[in-house]
């Protein structure tokens, strides 16, 4: 839902999806964190923070994966350009020179790994957690805007981390063929 009204050039986030999604994940995201105080088992793997480790890496749309392929695959001045001045805030999920500039607004080519990407990674994410190679989300509350790999380690440990060096990797990965 995100990436669709992004498509469509609304600011999904703070304004339209927040106001219905942290009613739904702070309960769980408080509890995680009463937990981790106590020293008890996490409880839960979906939680407010879960969705900035695995679903939301540069931003929506996990459009650092989009910067990357710019960066290293582009054969044009302008969108060598346009990742070079987007990568930096993309890595603090600032993401609308990206969206934008390339643009992802109203470009039915890139909609489909602007939607695929965040699902893709955020089921891994979850895989990940429920199988125990990644421990749950500690329930603490980071600014949104923490880097990418730093928040997944301060949430996570060196796990988070490196899991969202794999997820990068992936939206890569997805972005690359469209992008092409």
């Keep these: 839902l995100y990436a669709i009204l992004w498509f469509f050039g609304l600011h999904a986030g703070q304004i339209i999806i927040f106001p219905v999604l942290m009613p739904l994940l702070m309960p769980a995201s408080l509890e995680n964190l009463a937990a981790y105080q106590a020293g008890t088992a996490l409880p839960n793997i979906l939680t407010y923070e879960t969705i900035y480790i695995g679903q939301a890496l540069g931003g929506v749309g996990n459009t650092i994966g989009l910067c990357i392929c710019m960066l290293l695959f582009a054969k044009s001045k302008r969108y060598k350009t346009l990742s070079k001045m987007s990568i930096a805030p993309s890595l603090f999920c600032i993401n609308e020179p990206v969206v934008f500039g390339t643009p992802i607004v109203m470009n039915p080519v890139l909609l489909a790994p602007f939607i695929v990407a965040p699902i893709v990674t955020g089921v891994i994410t979850y895989l990940c957690m429920s199988i125990g190679l990644v421990p749950f989300a500690s329930g603490v ?11 997944g380690f301060l949430e996570c440990g060196i796990a988070g981390a490196i899991l969202q060096i794999v997820l990068v990797a992936i939206s890569v990965g997805i972005y690359y063929p469209f992008f092409k």
Excluded at 141 to 151: G, K, R
């Design 141 to 151: 509350q980071l600014p949104w805007s923490t880097p990418i790999f730093l928040y």
